[in-house]
């Protein structure tokens, strides 16, 4: 058994553990079950739930990145954008990327579907394309 202030007290009676428990205002949490003796710790069972489903709540948010980009990017820029890519999908993260246009760029789309284009390439070995449009000038990559 481990007590509230995480001193471990060793084999205990169950009996005498929940005395120990109400003492101090607080639960007797079954932690595990081990094969030989259950580990039993004393908290508070209610802000053990609380931060048990923030936790959840914060592992299963979907993390989609979103990169802007211009279709007459420089050559440093693109490459800091490729590069901050590969790192959100080293960590699992889903990037968007959006080429803009603007005034006379839109008579040039061409240019931004290569760039596209030049974008899948070029995160080919850590990442999958999971949609590509070239009408919008969207791709998004997932994790490889």
Do not use: C
């Amino acid at each position: 058994m481990i007590d509230h202030e995480n001193n471990n007290r060793g084999l205990t009676d169950t009996y005498e553990a929940l005395q120990l428990a109400q003492s101090v205002e607080l639960d007797l949490v079954l932690v595990s079950e081990g094969k030989d003796a259950p580990v039993a710790k004393i908290l508070n069972y209610g802000k053990l739930q609380y931060q048990k489903k923030k936790r959840q709540s914060q592992s299963a948010r979907p993390t989609v990145k979103e990169v802007r980009l211009r279709p007459n990017v420089g050559a440093a820029d693109y490459d800091l954008r490729i590069n901050q890519a590969v790192q959100w999908l080293s960590k699992g993260d889903s990037v968007k990327f959006v080429i803009r246009l603007r005034g006379r760029e839109r008579q040039n789309r061409d240019y931004a579907g290569k760039l596209l284009d030049r974008i899948v390439t070029d995160l080919t070995g850590v990442s999958k394309v999971q949609s590509l449009d070239k009408r919008s000038l969207i791709v998004q990559v997932i994790p490889a």
